[in-house]
């Protein structure tokens, strides 16, 4: 079970930081990502970290503004989001991509097994 946090409302220019921590023991061979939903749209990928060797991607638009990481000790990984716009505001969603073994970072959302709740982020102009 993932559990989502850290949303919120913010100015053009703020930041925030979502927490995503897991129930359970995250394996070396999961990826974790970060994905989200605005209103009228489809859900589409933020960004992602493999546990085993802390490798990440990012979308586009996340480059040089968002940064994902991870705390083992915790289970937890985070995704903390600079300059905020308001094209940012959206449901953001963690996810698991579930592997038995290390496979590369994947953007499909099809590909992610396991789902938090979201945690809503409105960025105002």
């Known amino acids: 079970q993932l559990q989502a946090s850290g949303g919120g409302l913010v100015q053009t220019g703020g930041c925030l930081r979502l927490?995503?921590?897991?129930?359970?023991?995250?394996?070396?061979?999961?990826?974790l990502g970060w994905f989200r939903q605005a209103p009228g749209k489809e859900r589409e990928f933020v960004s992602a970290i493999k546990w085993r060797d802390n490798k990440k991607d990012y979308a586009d638009f996340a480059k040089g503004r968002f940064t994902i990481s991870r705390d083992a000790a915790k289970n937890t990984v985070y995704l903390q989001m600079n300059s905020l716009k308001p094209e940012d505001t959206a449901v953001y969603y963690c996810a698991a991509d579930v592997h038995s073994r290390p496979a590369p970072i994947t953007r499909l959302a099809s590909e992610y097994d396991n789902w938090g709740q979201g945690t809503e982020v409105t960025v105002s102009s």
């Open positions: 927490s995503c921590a897991a129930s359970a023991d995250i394996f070396s061979s999961y990826i």
